[in-house]
Structure formats: C-alpha cells, structure tokens
C-alpha cells in the first residue's frame, strides 16, 4: 500500500505588512492513501490575519478550481497572543480555518487574493516515497527503486569480482544438481520492462545491462532463457502500462517457452492456450499506485481459466517465503515443475498449470533449496527471477523453511492470511501436499 507525504514550499510575497498566517496541516510528516485524498481530502488548518483596511482572502488552488479558505475557527491562542497586543489587526469571530478539499491532481497551491489578484504563498506536491519514471504513451517504469533500474539500464551497475564468482557457483551447483537427479533445469528470466518496451523508456538504448554481463559470464552448458526477442516480436502488449510486470500475454508467451525449452512440442503448447477468453479491464499496478492520483490503464484479463480453483496448499505469506501447490488433472502432462520463482512467476500460474498437472512453487528469486530438490525429485525444475535482480546472484543452497519461519518470526505484529489448503485427490498429490506441510510446519486434518 503506497502512502504519500504533501510537500509545501513557501513563495517569495511582500504581504508581511498587511496579512499575517500560519499553515499548521498538512503537515510534511504525515502520511495518506491515496483513497484518503480523493475520497475525504488534504486537511488544510491554521489561521490568517489581516490588517485593518486590507480586505485580503486566503484561497487555495488546483487546476481550474479556486475555494476560499474561510476562518471557521475561534482560536483564542491567536486572539491573546497576537491579535490583542496589536490594535491594527481587525476584530474577527474566528482566526482559524479547518477544511478538508479533495484532491484530483498532485499539485495545488495556497495563495492570497487581494485587490483581485491571486497571490501564490505555497505551492504543494503530493509525493510518494519512490519516484516513477513516465515514459510516452502513459508508459511508466521504475526510477529510484533499491536496484537502480535506471543505472543499470544505462551500464552504470558492474557486477563486482565477488558477484561474479557467486554467479558461477550458483550455475554449477544448478547443473551439478540437475545432473545427478538428470532432470531437465531452466534459469528462466523476467527481463525488465525497459529492455522490452524500449520505444517508449525515456532514455536510449541499453549499454551492458546486469543481464547482459550474466549472460557473458555463464558457464558452458547453463540453460539461460531470457525471452528478450519472444517478448519484443511479440503483437500484443507484452508488459502492463502501469506495472513493473508482464501482461498476461507476456506470461503466456514466458511459459510456451519455457515449454519448449524442455522438448514439449510448440504446438501441442500453443494449442492449450489458442482458444482463451480475455476481457479488457480497467487495472493499476505497482506503479501506477505510486503516483498520486493513481494511475490505470485497461489491460486483458484472462475468464476462461483461473489456476486458483486448483490450488490445494497456499501458505498466503506475501512474497518471499511464500509456497503454493497447484494440481490441475487435466493439463497436458501428467508432470510435476518444482517453480523458484520470484513476483514474475503468479501470472504465469494461469498457463503453467494448464502444461504440467502439478506445480510446486517456491518464492525465492531463483535460489535452490537442494535439499527440496532432491526430496521431491521433480519432472523439471525452473529458476526464475527478474532482471532487476541480477545484480545479486541467488542462493544455491538456501532452506525454504528457515525463509518461511524467519517471516512469520520478523511479521512485527502484522498478520498475514489464512493457509489455504484443499483434499488431495491421489497419491502424488498426497506425497507433494506432505512436503508442503514439513516447510510450513502445519499439520492437516
């Protein structure tokens, strides 16, 4: 949930001798949702004097709209502390002001009107805590997030020495593990939305991107799918407007691929998915709730099928440590995927089923936990992470379980929702249900 701060920034005026004021809301330190603003509004609070004589009026302005800022409030404080020991101040019933306007834009401005003209004291912003980069189009895209999106775009973030070598013990450990379970293994990558959407990024083409360096560095024989040309010839919008993420058709184009790169006939892939339904649906998005007011944009939305009608365990933690079971009795292969998968992953879920009948999914960005690994011995594993994050190799060796415990044991008093499980159907169902319950120490009924 984004929260904004309103930034005031006071104007140069020569007013100091006929009005006097104080704004004390907004305040900078608080924060609102951006439901709060449109929906109840900015608290504007504080008072303003004016001199005998000077028939001045506090207003406030956003876009074409001007409302006056009427003193509604008696404040005695101002009454004895300043207006009494002046006798040029002119007597009034209230000193104070308190109103609540709603904002449709992320700008307005505090002013005086006097002798018909409006005066700017304030300018206001409403600002949220990561910036938004807009592209054209209403293209958004990531700015000053944790990984550096922008800098890493323009070949401005190096992989260090240390990175490097982390990166390539990661790939043995993947191919060595791979090997001796001799089950086929995908390093799948989301790429960023900038490397795909490039028209309309505000700056040039990228230069030694994180991901171009993994690719140059990678051992002989580590599978790496990166999607860039499936994705940039595809015909439909491939990435969401207002989201970091793919769309659902770039999530499906992500899948037939990842298909495929296991020898699964292209066709027999495509055919699942030729006869979807979509609907256009009015959507936001992780960037499009950081701008304030919202930004949306209409996006297609799979009808046909939702894979959460075949979920039979989901932890529900948010994000990393979260671990769902997905069985769908119909899909082309009687196979199990055991999925590393990162945010990029659950909008692949609704294609993912359809292919493999079950999947096992894991929210870890790509790191291995051998010892699930080798405890499910899966039909095919995926690693998947997004390219933002490849500045940082993941884990070979990392345990699902201590991720899950140390997220409910750091939860600080936040509670998360309720485990979601369903009845096994049969046997492999029951075994993969089972290792479910030993990561997220739950026992079923």
């Given at each position: 949930?984004?929260?904004?701060?309103?930034?005031?920034?006071?104007?140069?005026?020569?007013?100091?001798?006929?009005?006097?004021?104080?704004?004390?809301?907004?305040?900078?330190?608080?924060?609102?949702?951006?439901?709060?603003?449109?929906?109840?509004?900015?608290?504007?609070?504080?008072?303003?004097?004016?001199?005998?004589?000077?028939?001045?009026?506090?207003?406030?302005?956003?876009?074409?709209?001007?409302?006056?800022?009427?003193?509604?409030?008696?404040?005695?404080?101002?009454?004895?502390?300043?207006?009494?020991?002046?006798?040029?101040?002119?007597?009034?019933?209230?000193?104070?002001?308190?109103?609540?306007?709603?904002?449709?834009?992320?700008?307005?401005?505090?002013?005086?009107?006097?002798?018909?003209?409006?005066?700017?004291?304030?300018?206001?912003?409403?600002?949220?805590?990561?910036?938004?980069?807009?592209?054209?189009?209403?293209?958004?895209?990531?700015?000053?997030?944790?990984?550096?999106?922008?800098?890493?775009?323009?070949?401005?973030?190096k992989l260090s020495r240390l990175v490097k070598n982390q990166w390539k013990a990661y790939m043995r450990a993947c191919l060595n593990l791979a090997k001796e379970l001799d089950v086929p293994f995908v390093f799948l990558v989301a790429p960023s939305k900038e490397l795909i959407v490039l028209e309309d990024y505000p700056f040039d083409s990228p230069k030694n991107t994180p991901l171009d360096q993994v690719e140059k560095i990678a051992i002989d024989g580590f599978p790496i799918l990166t999607l860039l040309d499936t994705l940039r010839n595809s015909k439909e919008r491939p990435f969401r407007v207002c989201d970091t993420h793919w769309s659902a058709q770039g999530a499906m184009l992500a899948s037939v691929d990842m298909a495929v790169h296991f020898g699964i006939p292209t066709e027999e892939v495509k055919a699942l998915f030729a006869n979807d339904l979509y609907r256009n649906k009015e959507m936001g998005g992780d960037l499009g709730s950081k701008i304030f007011p919202p930004k949306t944009h209409i996006e297609q939305l799979l009808v046909s099928y939702d894979y959460k009608t075949k979920v039979l365990y989901d932890n529900e933690l948010p994000n990393f440590g979260r671990t769902m079971l997905i069985e769908n009795e119909e899909a082309l292969l009687s196979k199990t995927i055991l999925l590393f998968g990162s945010s990029s992953s659950y909008s692949m879920f609704n294609y993912i089923s359809r292919i493999f009948r079950f999947t096992f999914f894991c929210h870890c960005a790509g790191s291995l936990d051998q010892s699930l690994f080798k405890r499910l011995q899966p039909d095919y594993v995926t690693a998947q992470s997004n390219a933002r994050f490849l500045v940082r190799a993941p884990s070979p060796s990392i345990d699902i379980k201590s991720l899950i415990n140390e997220k409910r044991n750091n939860a600080n008093g936040s509670t998360f929702k309720k485990e979601h499980y369903s009845a096994p159907s049969s046997d492999k169902a029951k075994f993969l249900l089972y290792e479910m319950q030993k990561l997220n120490e739950h026992s079923l009924d």
């Open positions: 949930m984004s929260l904004f701060n309103i930034i005031l920034t006071p104007h140069s005026h020569d007013f100091s001798e006929k009005f006097r004021w104080c704004i004390d809301k907004p305040s900078p330190s608080e924060k609102y949702q951006a439901k709060y603003l449109l929906e109840k509004g900015v608290n504007l609070k504080g008072w303003f004097l004016k001199k005998k004589g000077h028939h001045g009026r506090l207003a406030f302005s956003q876009d074409d709209q001007l409302i006056y800022l009427e003193n509604n409030e008696k404040r005695d404080d101002v009454l004895d502390k300043i207006v009494n020991k002046c006798e040029n101040w002119e007597k009034l019933d209230a000193y104070g002001f308190n109103h609540f306007i709603k904002l449709r834009s992320s700008t307005f401005t505090i002013g005086v009107v006097y002798e018909s003209r409006y005066t700017v004291l304030y300018s206001a912003t409403v600002k949220g805590a990561f910036d938004v980069l807009r592209g054209r189009h209403s293209w958004l895209y990531l700015d000053n997030d944790t990984n550096k999106s922008v800098e890493q775009f323009k070949g401005k973030v």
